[in-house]
């Protein structure tokens, strides 16, 4: 879960409904930062399900004493793990082992641990008529657009005030750095500007809004999300090196 206290309410938006307005980020992205066309598809439904294994968590999450539940960085690493394992192998399943290998890498990250071997093993599968230098290559281009579109939402979504650097690479592998920082309570810069469109807006995720003071009705609220709906409104806007 996302959860966010602003102007007297709580924000709650559920990982995977973040997952998909990742991927309307992404899909405005440059080509030169995406992986090549034939392998677009899957890139895309890899950013949209990168969370899909914290669906089943979220039917009954861990909750804090108000009866909110725990914000997604509270939660412990032990279930962190597990359902990133859902979510890669479910990845693999559906819709092949290179949205799975790009998926695993933005675990690896996140989670700060070794798995390299099981990036490896996907990529080989992903791409076996490669060497291992352009498979590596390959899973760093899709890696690093899915981190910065997830990052981008989370950004918005959560609250994040600190200012980021990022690296997308480019088709000729080359990585070019850019920066996000908040700019209002739903509002992010970006510098320099990697998409295809002047300035994105209505980018929405839809939630749950419960007034503080309420924090108990929360799981009650999320079981019957249309009771309570919250839709939230992201804007992405190009930002200037001196800002």
Same mark, same amino acid.
């Given at each position: =879960?996302?959860?966010?206290?602003?102007?007297? =309410?709580?924000?709650?938006?559920?990982?995977?409904?973040?997952?998909?307005?990742?991927?309307? !980020?992404?899909?405005?992205? #440059?080509?030169?930062?995406?992986?090549? +066309?034939?392998? /677009?598809?899957? @890139? &895309?439904?890899?950013?949209? #399900?990168?969370? #899909?294994?914290? %669906?089943?968590?979220?039917?009954?999450?861990?909750?804090? +004493?108000?009866?909110?539940?725990?914000?997604?960085?509270?939660?412990?690493?032990?279930?962190?793990?597990?359902?990133?394992?859902?979510?890669?192998?479910?990845?693999?399943?559906?819709?092949?082992?290179?949205?799975?290998?790009?998926?695993?890498?933005?675990?690896?990250?996140?989670?700060?641990? #070794?798995?390299?071997?099981?990036?490896?093993?996907?990529?080989?599968?992903?791409?076996?008529?490669?060497?291992?230098? $352009?498979?590596? %290559?390959?899973?760093?281009?899709? @890696?690093?657009?899915?981190?910065?579109? $997830?990052?981008?939402?989370? =950004?918005? &979504?959560?609250?994040?005030?600190?200012?980021?650097? @990022? $690296?997308?690479?480019?088709?000729?592998?080359?990585?070019?750095?850019?920066?996000?920082?908040?700019?209002?309570?739903?509002?992010?810069?970006?510098?320099?500007?990697? @998409?295809?469109?002047?300035?994105?807006?209505?980018?929405?995720?839809?939630?749950?809004?419960?007034?503080?003071?309420?924090?108990?009705?929360? &799981?009650?609220?999320?079981?019957?999300?249309?009771?309570?709906? =919250?839709? !939230? /409104?992201?804007? !992405?806007?190009?930002?200037? +090196?001196?800002?």
């Amino acid at each position: =879960m996302i959860v966010r206290a602003i102007k007297g =309410m709580h924000a709650i938006v559920r990982q995977p409904e973040h997952a998909r307005q990742s991927a309307v !980020i992404a899909a405005h992205l #440059d080509p030169a930062f995406l992986p090549p +066309p034939q392998e /677009q598809r899957e @890139f &895309l439904l890899a950013v949209r #399900d990168h969370d #899909d294994g914290w %669906a089943e968590w979220e039917t009954n999450p861990h909750t804090a +004493p108000s009866g909110l539940p725990l914000d997604f960085p509270d939660i412990d690493k032990r279930d962190h793990a597990e359902n990133w394992r859902r979510t890669i192998y479910g990845a693999l399943f559906r819709h092949g082992p290179a949205a799975a290998a790009w998926i695993a890498r933005h675990a690896d990250e996140l989670m700060e641990s #070794d798995n390299r071997d099981t990036v490896d093993a996907l990529a080989a599968r992903a791409w076996p008529g490669l060497n291992a230098a $352009d498979r590596a %290559a390959r899973v760093s281009r899709g @890696f690093r657009a899915l981190r910065f579109a $997830d990052a981008l939402s989370l =950004m918005a &979504l959560d609250g994040w005030s600190k200012r980021l650097a @990022f $690296d997308l690479d480019d088709a000729g592998g080359n990585a070019v750095p850019h920066e996000a920082w908040r700019d209002g309570p739903w509002s992010i810069r970006v510098w320099p500007w990697p @998409f295809v469109l002047p300035r994105l807006t209505r980018i929405h995720a839809d939630g749950v809004c419960v007034s503080s003071g309420s924090e108990g009705y929360a &799981l009650a609220l999320l079981k019957t999300p249309r009771e309570a709906a =919250m839709r !939230i /409104q992201v804007e !992405i806007l190009p930002g200037g +090196p001196s800002a």
